[in-house]
């Protein structure tokens, strides 16, 4: 699908909402996502997995999903979470919920496929993100994030939120470490007690 045909169904979409035909929320992609995510989906085979937020309409066209099916559940007011499972492809209105779930598919699958998690920049800054990366990263799992930058956080400017990255200062940490050895068992006492 090239960008035009993209740019095209998202604007069928809005239209549709205008005239009240959509049952449910809805969350455009921009024009400015078509050739990036075009790009991207070039990497990605029919066999992969594919974990997307509310703003995915784009993602699932690219995916081979077909538009009479993406049109027809977004119809039905589910835009910000469809799922197609057959195609191997999920998504969620939870901020940063996909990230645990396409950790766990990665950790899950025994083919040659790959997990792709699309995040955006407001949940690329929060916790669930980092644990699944942390995970991910330290059982090499076959999993690769795409964080979808727009610069914000919702509507307000993602570095008014978090204070984090290219939008503003980085700040001092907030973390103080010190080490010691473990002379107790991880729990009890490191024998089994009868009560």
Same mark, same amino acid.
Not at 19 to 31: R, V
Not at 80 to 107: D, N, Y
Not at 112 to 126: E, L
């Given at each position: 699908?090239?960008a035009a045909?993209?740019?095209a169904?998202?604007?069928?979409?809005?239209?549709r909402?205008?005239?009240?035909?959509?049952a449910?929320?809805?969350?455009?992609?921009?024009?400015?996502?078509?050739?990036?995510?075009?790009?991207?989906?070039?990497g990605?085979?029919?066999?992969?997995?594919?974990?997307?937020?509310?703003?995915?309409?784009f993602?699932?066209?690219?995916?081979g999903?077909?538009?009479?099916?993406?049109?027809?559940?977004?119809v039905?007011?589910?835009s910000?979470?469809?799922?197609f499972?057959?195609?191997?492809?999920?998504?969620?209105?939870?901020v940063? =919920?996909q990230?645990?779930? &396409?950790? !766990? @598919?990665?950790?899950?699958?025994?083919?040659? $496929?790959?997990?792709?998690?699309?995040? =955006?920049?407001?949940?690329? &800054?929060? !916790? @669930?993100?980092?644990?699944?990366?942390a995970? $991910?990263?330290?059982?090499?799992l076959?999993?690769?994030?795409i964080?979808?930058d727009?610069?914000y956080?919702?509507?307000?400017?993602?570095?008014?939120?978090?204070?984090?990255?290219?939008?503003?200062?980085?700040?001092?940490?907030?973390i103080r470490?010190?080490?010691?050895?473990?002379?107790?068992?991880?729990?009890?006492?490191?024998?089994?007690?009868?009560?």
């Amino acid at each position: 699908m090239d960008a035009a045909s993209l740019i095209a169904f998202e604007n069928e979409v809005a239209r549709r909402f205008e005239a009240k035909e959509i049952a449910g929320p809805i969350h455009l992609c921009s024009d400015t996502q078509a050739e990036p995510l075009i790009r991207i989906f070039n990497g990605i085979a029919p066999t992969d997995w594919v974990f997307c937020s509310y703003r995915q309409h784009f993602h699932a066209l690219l995916h081979g999903i077909p538009p009479e099916k993406v049109m027809a559940e977004i119809v039905a007011g589910r835009s910000m979470t469809m799922s197609f499972p057959e195609h191997r492809f999920f998504s969620t209105a939870i901020v940063g =919920g996909q990230c645990a779930i &396409a950790t !766990g @598919a990665a950790a899950a699958i025994r083919d040659d $496929a790959h997990v792709w998690c699309f995040v =955006g920049d407001m949940g690329a &800054a929060g !916790g @669930a993100f980092h644990d699944a990366q942390a995970y $991910a990263r330290g059982h090499t799992l076959p999993l690769t994030f795409i964080a979808e930058d727009n610069g914000y956080s919702c509507d307000t400017p993602t570095n008014f939120c978090w204070s984090i990255g290219p939008y503003g200062y980085e700040p001092p940490s907030l973390i103080r470490r010190y080490r010691y050895e473990r002379t107790r068992s991880h729990t009890g006492i490191g024998k089994h007690v009868q009560f």
